[in-house]
């Protein structure tokens, strides 16, 4: 009889050890993912933080930059930034000729919403620092909205951003 | 005689093989570590990415914003930064009681440099959006730089931040 209350004993001690374990656990996942500055539109790029940071690279390094603005609660931004990271192209051009920021707030800069302000919006500024207007998606209330299906023509325009940049220089 | 050939042969193709894995791990390794937006100054508190939206959500929380201006290459920025992360009761009260901002970069703001432009300094902004001045550490040369040795000046400078806020709104 002994025998057998002890072993309950023992089981019991196990379990009781096994789930307070599994409760450090739980707290410890509870701990927060550090922010990153990719937000998720590509981890391994260099994304500047601010937009005069941005422009001050764009300057120095002579390349133009991409600016991006979008919401963590907007399906439309979503959906554009997992087809903007998962793209290959998109993603090694971006790394090798751009500047690159990605804003979730506006800046003060008016020059960045020539035809309003909405998300997802994508603008390019060249290293002399004129918002290029003139690159722009198909939607004539939207111009500088893209939706996920329109990745080769932000492929162009990025194309063109770095061409018209190229010769106008 | 022939054996002892193949054998040789043998080790010299395990070998090779080793070596093309151990390329091929290095180059793996060379994949970026994702950017933070916390630089190093508390992976686990929430930073604002830029002074607009800083001063967006110290104006819709309420509470007062802490602005770090540092560099990457300054030693004082380096030996700062490590002292704020490390120090518990710092990174508790940053995390419950202020907005949070460091910035590589310098902003649009003048106000945000009352006597200058170096690093590492740290300014306080109240949600009314008035820069705090007054809130110095204790070098009358540079109002607003910290030595790692002054984070008790800092931290009490935080609460002052913080009562100042709630006695004049």
């Known amino acids: 009889m002994l025998k057998v209350l002890l072993s309950i004993?023992?089981?019991?001690?196990?379990?009781?050890?096994?789930?307070?374990?599994?409760?450090?656990?739980?707290?410890?996942?509870?701990?927060?993912?550090?922010?990153?500055?990719?937000?998720?539109?590509?981890?391994?790029?260099?994304?500047?933080?601010?937009?005069?940071?941005?422009?001050?690279?764009?300057?120095?390094?002579?390349?133009?930059?991409?600016?991006?603005?979008?919401?963590?609660?907007?399906?439309?931004?979503?959906?554009l930034k997992k087809a903007f990271a998962e793209d290959e192209k998109i993603q090694k051009i971006a790394d090798e000729n751009f500047i690159l920021l990605n804003l979730v707030h506006e800046t003060t800069d008016k020059h960045l919403s020539p035809d309003g302000i909405y998300v997802p919006r994508i603008l390019f500024v060249d290293p002399s620092m004129t918002v290029r207007a003139d690159i722009t998606g198909r939607y004539s209330n939207r111009k500088y909205a893209y939706e996920p299906s329109d990745i080769k023509i932000l492929l162009s325009n990025m194309e063109k951003a770095r061409k018209l940049m190229k010769t106008e220089l």
């Open 9 to 79: 004993f023992l089981v019991l001690v196990v379990v009781i050890s096994i789930m307070g374990r599994t409760q450090k656990a739980t707290v410890k996942k509870e701990k927060r993912v550090p922010q990153t500055l990719s937000k998720g539109w590509g981890d391994q790029l260099i994304w500047a933080q601010t937009y005069e940071e941005a422009l001050f690279w764009a300057r120095s390094k002579n390349k133009p930059l991409m600016v991006i603005f979008h919401l963590d609660d907007c399906p439309h931004s979503q959906a």
